[in-house]
């Protein structure tokens, strides 16, 4: 939408306001009632689309502040060794579900808070963009976060279907708690198999 429309109005009004009221000013300012409903309108959507943009910068940085946190939190390097797994006194079978559940839920702590921030204002971008070519961006935006928070929930489940054991002796491994290289860590578990 242009200002000038916009400006026209403001420009109108405030000569109106600044000179006296005479009979002839009358008959302006009684013209002006349709134009001040319109004012009204041309602002609202001044605002609209000053508040959408607002929302997108303010998505694109907790997109990128997301993404800088993922990073961070994949970037460690602690890596787990056949004397951990070997005190987890369970199946050798069981190392790769455990491994990949501590993998994902250690990833996914590190990072909830900017995940948290980017899921909020994501919702918000949502519901507020009408743009279909904005709605291309936010899928595209959302495809990252969603597909791990759908790996982290099948390792969950994974994890749940493993035997009582097997769950309480992985619970209580402080080595799994931490954040570890998961890469480097399955070296040692595929040597096992």
Known sequence: MSLSPLLLVVGLLVNISTAS????DQYVISQLKPLTGELTSILSDVDRQALEQQVMSELDE???RLRSKREECNNVTTVLNNSQFSTLNIEVDYYLPVLSYFNYLNK??????EFSDFSRRFAV?????????RFDRLKLMSLVPSLSYK?????DETFNTL???V??????????????????SL????TFK
């Open 125 to 133: 971008s949502y519901i507020m963009l009408k743009d279909e070519r």
């Open 163 to 165: 035997p009582k054991p």
């Open 187 to 190: 070296l040692p578990v595929l």
């Open 21 to 24: 009221a005479t009979p002839n």
């Open 108 to 113: 996914y702590q590190c990072e909830s808070a």
């Open 62 to 64: 907790s997109n990128r």
């Open 167 to 184: 769950k309480e002796a992985a619970l209580k491994a402080d080595f799994l708690n931490n954040n570890f290289n998961y890469v480097e």
């Open 151 to 155: 790996e982290f929930m099948e390792a």
